[in-house]
């Protein structure tokens, strides 16, 4: 978690799940029991918080002013009748309020695009957090490799250039999708199915020391 830490406490950036994603995570077949744990603990701490009804005045940032909850809930509804619910309404709440989304289902940003409906943008994955996380050192790259590994053996998502080899020797390859713009650059710009650039180049709240 401590990735997602850092996107709070260092960039001030709330990461949030929409219910759907909290019912699809505790109640998945192969991980939900090892993932339980990890999410309760994120959840009391703050790391992450939930984007329901009774949250969002709080949670929604400046750029969704004057995008209401039920708005997004009947964008996700719409989506919903084309992919899963937790991507669908996790979509629908980045358009609606203009941030950036984490999922590892491309699948579904193609469902959206060929039904002519407007996926999040950018699409972060795990790995876009991580390298964040080694760029301003807050993980090394061993600790970035034993992650690397660890999904390669769990058959999880992994980006094609770290298959075959470690962290570190894979990151130019890398089309990072979200970087510290203070930092020295990692990996490359990758640009989406409109030719704009994905990489969101993102500014510490905190004092670099």
Same mark, same amino acid.
């Given at each position: 978690?401590?990735?997602?830490?850092?996107?709070?406490?260092?960039?001030?950036?709330?990461?949030?799940?929409?219910?759907?994603?909290?019912?699809?995570?505790?109640?998945?077949?192969?991980?939900?029991?090892?993932?339980?744990?990890?999410?309760?603990?994120?959840?009391?701490?703050?790391?992450?918080?939930?984007?329901?009804?009774?949250?969002?005045?709080?949670?929604?940032?400046?750029?969704?002013?004057?995008?209401?909850?039920?708005?997004?809930?009947?964008?996700?509804?719409?989506?919903?009748?084309?992919?899963?619910?937790?991507?669908?309404?996790?979509? !629908?709440?980045? *358009?609606?309020?203009?941030?950036? +989304? =984490?999922?590892?289902?491309? %699948?579904?940003?193609? $469902?959206?695009?060929? @039904?002519?409906?407007?996926? !999040?943008?950018? *699409?972060?994955?795990?790995?876009? +957090? =991580?390298?964040?996380?080694? %760029?301003?050192?807050? $993980?090394?790259?061993? @600790?970035?490799?034993?992650?690397?590994?660890?999904?390669?053996?769990?058959?999880?998502? =992994?980006?094609?250039?770290?298959?075959?080899?470690?962290?570190?020797?894979?990151?130019?390859?890398?089309?990072?999708?979200?970087?510290?713009?203070?930092?020295?650059?990692?990996?490359?710009?990758?640009?989406?199915?409109?030719?704009?650039?994905?990489?969101?180049?993102?500014?510490?709240?905190?004092?670099?020391?």
């Amino acid at each position: 978690m401590v990735p997602l830490r850092q996107l709070k406490m260092t960039y001030g950036m709330q990461p949030v799940i929409v219910p759907e994603v909290e019912v699809e995570l505790r109640s998945h077949k192969r991980l939900g029991i090892r993932c339980e744990p990890q999410l309760n603990k994120a959840l009391h701490s703050g790391t992450i918080q939930i984007l329901d009804k009774s949250s969002f005045a709080g949670l929604v940032p400046i750029s969704g002013v004057g995008t209401s909850f039920a708005e997004i809930q009947e964008l996700g509804n719409t989506y919903a009748l084309h992919v899963g619910s937790g991507e669908a309404y996790s979509h !629908a709440a980045a *358009v609606q309020l203009g941030t950036p +989304i =984490l999922s590892h289902d491309n %699948q579904a940003v193609r $469902i959206l695009l060929n @039904q002519n409906f407007q996926p !999040a943008s950018p *699409v972060l994955r795990a790995f876009d +957090i =991580l390298a964040l996380s080694y %760029q301003i050192g807050s $993980i090394t790259g061993i @600790q970035a490799d034993q992650f690397r590994k660890c999904l390669l053996a769990e058959r999880e998502m =992994l980006p094609a250039v770290f298959h075959n080899c470690g962290f570190e020797e894979g990151l130019p390859n890398f089309g990072c999708r979200i970087v510290d713009e203070e930092m020295l650059p990692i990996g490359f710009a990758q640009r989406d199915h409109n030719g704009a650039q994905l990489q969101m180049r993102v500014r510490r709240i905190t004092p670099t020391h």
